[in-house]
């Protein structure tokens, strides 16, 4: 069966301190991958979408990257968090737009 | 104007009443999402919706493509079911790449 993991699921760090958040998908092969943030109160609002190893596309200028190692292997990273990189980051795939979306269950990341 | 409108923003009703969360939307898309976020934060999937009707237990999810509307309804509402509920789209000239997503519905059902 198809699913997706993404740890750690809460994680506090200091302002200017490095970021990882690790997203892997099991069960399917090629998926299409994406970062989502939703800060506080807010909408979710896509961070970065990747259709293959080595292809991110990114949807809006901030302080975070993205890479696509393998796979099923999806990493958010930032050098230095800002106290607005604070809010709840979900990693989701789609095998293609028939089949829907599957979210992970969540990163809630505080900034201090 | 947001691309995509939900209504009600909160929604609170009794157990067992027949909910109904609307969605509106300006821009011609390929399907419409129905997402439930429960507390925690977590996000499912409930629904995705190019044309008619689809039913699932007690959900069930309609789209009028000609009048960019879709509704999503709850029979038999539990309280188990208070979530946010989140409308999202596929908008043209994107793919499956990027969702545009409502700012939810919060629905609170009470015992």
């Known amino acids: 069966s198809q699913t997706i993991h993404q740890w750690p699921a809460t994680l506090v760090q200091p302002v200017g301190s490095p970021l990882s958040l690790e997203c892997t998908v099991e069960g399917t092969s090629n998926p299409n991958l994406y970062w989502y943030r939703q800060a506080a109160g807010r909408g979710l609002q896509l961070l970065f979408y990747s259709v293959g190893i080595g292809q991110i596309s990114s949807e809006v200028p901030q302080n975070l990257s993205a890479s696509r190692p393998q796979d099923r292997q999806f990493i958010l990273s930032s050098k230095k968090l800002l106290l607005s990189d604070s809010g709840f980051y979900l990693c989701?795939?789609?095998?293609?737009?028939?089949?829907?979306?599957?979210f992970g269950s969540g990163t809630r990341l505080t900034v201090v | 104007k947001n691309e995509v409108e939900q209504s009600p923003q909160n929604l609170t009703a009794q157990e067992g009443e027949f909910i109904t969360i609307n969605c509106s939307y300006s821009?011609?898309?390929?399907?419409l999402h129905w997402l439930q976020q429960h507390p925690g934060g977590g996000i499912v999937s409930l629904f995705m919706?190019?044309?008619g009707k689809k039913k699932h237990g007690r959900l069930i999810a309609t789209i009028n493509i000609q009048e960019k509307h879709s509704s999503l309804h709850i029979t038999a509402s539990h309280p188990r079911d208070s979530a946010v509920y989140i409308c999202?789209?596929?908008?043209?000239?994107?793919?499956?790449?990027?969702?545009?997503f409502g700012t939810g519905t919060r629905l609170t059902i009470i015992p």
């Open positions: 999202a789209v596929n908008a043209f000239p994107f793919g499956n790449e990027k969702l545009t």
């Open positions: 821009v011609g898309i390929s399907a």
């Open positions: 989701a795939y789609d095998r293609e737009l028939n089949y829907g979306y599957t």
């Open positions: 919706l190019s044309s």
